[in-house]
């Protein structure tokens, strides 16, 4: 019978019973992702029926820091039987050997052929994919809608933008109409690979090629979103970088903005503080030819580490496994705010009632199917900061924008280069 290790086979509760096993978070203990999966491994504990015990542990700090005390473990030999964490981080370490391979583990497993319906294409072979091989099982992900002041639409005549489908000449037009610069801009955020990317995927730009080989960020789709929003700027819509923090802040809160880029998260937060706000999708450049509105940011997945117990990664797969059900999705979308992986959670009757009629929450649970993660390649997360850095000098007038991405897709390059070795 398999052992649920690299052999093919599917890990069976009765082989479990009384194992205890170490499950790493990636946000600090208070974080609600964190206080999230710790209810849904509680809820494993006492439901599941396999008996698994499991000591839950959460990192003093997340993003780089956690992935680092992962590697710092795995070179010292004790790493743990299985951790949660960002999609980009954890091909670094399947290459270094220290990951099961979901695939050849799980091949028998009709929870993980069940699971895998359920996900976007791109979630699994763009998220969790590295050179063929799944290093890990997604659970939720942090993606991006646009909010918007709806007080200030109204007070202008403007409806409130549809869910989906908007241009942006549609998008302009409410910002001439509703704001009132300097004390109200149209739009307002700050130039980073994120924040501005969001409108290159909405024109029509991908930032990696269909063979993973390729980055870009200087394609002639992403240099006309930028173009754009420079533009915004230039017709005082949206605020002029400022010194070295580039003037951008969050006002959404203080009505002092009408569209605001917008992430899950944030409707807990602004409900909680009385904010007023709505939820709708970044609009389509006139280079999206299929029109489509799409989303991107980070995925997160768990995966499992290779270790000399059999039966510990058995127990691990469980446990992992438990975080694909429709009812966890729903607590950590309840719990956190997190959007599940799976549309069949979003298609859940459960999950309908929950958020179906609620149209600040719902967006980001709509986008689900649009779902592009952030490229995976093994040093991204450099990638991505360095872009956080550069990108600002076209918004500060340092470069121009063509000089700007071509260096940035220059040096990404490079870095995917070395990891595809």
Same mark, same amino acid.
């Given at each position: 019978?398999?052992? %649920? %290790?690299?052999?093919?086979?599917?890990?069976?509760?009765?082989d479990v019973k009384g194992v205890a096993i170490d499950f790493w978070g990636w946000n600090p203990a208070v974080h609600p992702e964190s206080v999230a999966l710790q209810k849904v491994l509680e809820?494993?504990? $006492?439901?599941?029926?396999?008996?698994?015990?499991?000591?839950?542990?959460?990192?003093?700090?997340?993003?780089?820091?956690?992935?680092?005390?992962?590697?710092?473990?795995?070179?010292?030999?004790?790493?743990?039987?299985?951790?949660? %964490?960002?999609?980009? *981080?954890?091909?670094?370490?399947?290459? &270094?050997? #220290?990951?099961?391979?979901?695939?050849?583990?799980?091949?028998?497993?009709?929870?993980?052929?069940?699971?895998?319906?359920?996900?976007?294409?791109?979630?699994?072979?763009?998220?969790?994919?590295?050179?063929?091989?799944?290093? %890990?099982?997604?659970?939720?992900?942090?993606?991006?809608?646009? *909010?918007?002041?709806?007080?200030?639409?109204?007070?202008?005549?403007?409806?409130?933008?549809? #869910?989906?489908?908007?241009?942006?000449?549609?998008?302009?037009?409410? &910002?001439?109409?509703?704001?009132?610069?300097?004390?109200?801009?149209? *739009?307002?955020?700050?130039?980073?690979?994120?924040?501005?990317?969001?409108?290159?995927?909405?024109?029509?730009?991908?930032?990696?090629?269909?063979?993973?080989?390729?980055?870009?960020?200087?394609?002639?789709e992403a240099l006309e979103a930028i173009e754009f929003q420079m533009s915004l700027v230039k017709q005082g819509l949206m605020r002029a970088h400022d010194g070295d923090k580039g003037g951008y802040?969050?006002?959404?809160? &203080?009505?002092?903005?009408?569209?605001?880029?917008?992430?899950?998260?944030?409707?807990?937060?602004?409900?909680?503080?009385?904010?007023?706000?709505?939820?709708?999708?970044?609009?389509?450049?006139?280079?999206?030819? $299929?029109?489509?509105?799409?989303?991107?940011?980070?995925?997160?997945?768990?995966?499992?580490?290779?270790?000399?117990?059999?039966?510990?990664?058995?127990? #691990?797969?469980?446990?992992?496994?438990?975080?694909?059900?429709?009812?966890?999705?729903?607590?950590?979308?309840?719990? #956190?705010?997190?959007?599940?992986?799976?549309?069949?959670?979003?298609?859940?009757?459960?999950?309908?009632? $929950?958020?179906?009629?609620?149209?600040?929450?719902?967006p980001f649970y709509d986008l689900i199917p649009g779902f592009v993660p952030m490229p995976n390649f093994p040093g991204f997360g450099d990638v991505r900061t360095m872009g956080d850095k550069m990108?600002?000098?076209?918004?500060?007038?340092?470069?121009?924008?063509?000089?700007?991405?071509?260096? *940035?897709?220059?040096?990404? &390059?490079?870095?995917?280069?070395?990891?595809?070795?």
């Amino acid at each position: 019978m398999g052992c %649920g %290790g690299d052999d093919g086979g599917a890990p069976r509760p009765a082989d479990v019973k009384g194992v205890a096993i170490d499950f790493w978070g990636w946000n600090p203990a208070v974080h609600p992702e964190s206080v999230a999966l710790q209810k849904v491994l509680e809820n494993f504990v $006492a439901k599941s029926g396999t008996e698994v015990k499991v000591n839950f542990t959460a990192p003093p700090a997340g993003g780089q820091a956690a992935f680092e005390k992962l590697v710092a473990a795995v070179s010292g030999g004790s790493p743990p039987d299985a951790s949660i %964490g960002q999609h980009f *981080y954890l091909p670094d370490l399947h290459r &270094q050997g #220290a990951l099961l391979d979901v695939e050849s583990s799980l091949k028998s497993s009709a929870e993980w052929k069940k699971a895998k319906t359920g996900l976007a294409p791109a979630t699994l072979e763009g998220g969790f994919t590295w050179k063929g091989k799944v290093y %890990g099982i997604p659970v939720y992900s942090s993606h991006f809608a646009m *909010y918007f002041q709806p007080e200030l639409l109204k007070r202008a005549g403007v409806t409130a933008p549809p #869910a989906k489908g908007w241009t942006w000449e549609q998008f302009v037009e409410a &910002q001439k109409k509703a704001a009132k610069p300097p004390e109200v801009s149209g *739009y307002d955020e700050g130039f980073s690979y994120t924040r501005t990317g969001i409108l290159l995927l909405n024109n029509g730009h991908r930032f990696m090629s269909a063979d993973g080989t390729k980055f870009s960020y200087n394609s002639p789709e992403a240099l006309e979103a930028i173009e754009f929003q420079m533009s915004l700027v230039k017709q005082g819509l949206m605020r002029a970088h400022d010194g070295d923090k580039g003037g951008y802040s969050e006002k959404l809160p &203080q009505g002092q903005v009408v569209f605001q880029f917008g992430v899950a998260a944030r409707v807990r937060t602004y409900r909680k503080d009385n904010v007023q706000f709505g939820t709708c999708y970044y609009p389509v450049g006139p280079s999206n030819k $299929a029109k489509s509105s799409l989303t991107f940011g980070e995925a997160y997945g768990v995966g499992v580490f290779k270790t000399k117990d059999v039966k510990r990664q058995q127990a #691990a797969w469980l446990a992992s496994l438990w975080t694909t059900r429709p009812d966890m999705g729903l607590l950590i979308a309840q719990e #956190a705010g997190a959007p599940p992986s799976y549309t069949y959670t979003v298609d859940d009757k459960a999950f309908q009632s $929950a958020f179906r009629q609620d149209a600040e929450a719902w967006p980001f649970y709509d986008l689900i199917p649009g779902f592009v993660p952030m490229p995976n390649f093994p040093g991204f997360g450099d990638v991505r900061t360095m872009g956080d850095k550069m990108i600002p000098d076209i918004w500060s007038g340092k470069a121009n924008a063509k000089q700007v991405l071509d260096e *940035y897709t220059r040096l990404a &390059q490079q870095k995917l280069d070395e990891s595809l070795k």
